[in-house]
């Protein structure tokens, strides 16, 4: 591999990384917001209206153009069906399956997008990078299986959040072609927090109680959603949707040493395992080199 490609695929790995970590305190700031009598329709609102308002700032202030009128309806279905879909599902499983099965049906979406690359592009990947996947996903699942209770509808709706995601980031990496990733994350949050909007008017809103809850939102805008999307959109770039997925596998080992070490919840062997297991795939992909596709036969 050339050096100038292994130093692309570093800086691509570490704003996955970043991202990771990002979108990995979402659930620890979610639950001091909920605490603080938040519901998750307000806390949406806040968490899409704040970081869209920054980043619409950002782009002003550095001069960067907004996305061009061919692209608007593309982002509008991102902010409308991604994120506002994908968190729809997510919480309303949580309702009817426990949430360990609704973490581990959400991160395969890893899986999902390699079928979906492998479909739409009919090239598949090499046998090395897919066992990485495997291994992540078994690592997941170790990571994030406390409890494995659910309805029908539960599993659904798991599925229907990781299919939602993998979309979302597929369609987010062609995008990337055209417009920044500043410009179609200011425009997918901004839509998604219309569509929030419109459903506390409409039910009434739960504002935070005090500073505590206001600062867990203003955190979840800015470290799960600002440094969250911006990096994820910075790694899709230098590394593909299918080594960037794989690698934000290490979400689920950031959220839980961050509940170790700020909610004082204990560390498991298996989820340990689960870890090594994670962060080998992702050392692995770093080092593997850009992605070498095969042709898939025509049926």
Known sequence: ??????????IGAFWVLLSAAGFGTGPIFARIAYADGVD???????????????????????????PRQGD??????????????QSLCYFSALHYASAGLTALLLYLYPAIVCVIVAVTTR??????????????????ALTVSDSLQGSLLGIALGIG???IYSIYIVVGEHLLKTVSAMGMAAVASLTAAAVYGGAIVWRGP??????AGWGAAAAIAFFSTILGVLGLFAGLKRLGAVDA??????EPILTIVLAAAFLKEFIRPRQFLGGLLILAAVIFLIRYGTPRYKDVPAP
């Open 40 to 66: 998750t329709p307000t806390l949406m609102f806040l968490r899409f209206s704040i970081a869209g308002a920054v980043m619409a700032l950002l782009l002003w202030r550095l001069g960067d153009p907004w």
């Open 245 to 250: 997925s794989t690698l934000s596998a290490v």
């Open 72 to 85: 608007l309806p593309v982002l509008l279905l991102m902010g409308t069906c991604g994120y506002v879909g």
């Open 161 to 163: 959040a990781a299919l």
């Open 206 to 211: 739960a504002w935070p109680a005090s500073g």
């Open 1 to 10: 591999m050339r050096e100038t490609d292994r130093n692309e695929r570093l």
């Open 123 to 140: 090239r598949a990947l090499e046998r090395p990078r897919l066992w990485a996947l495997v291994a992540a996903l078994i690592g997941t």
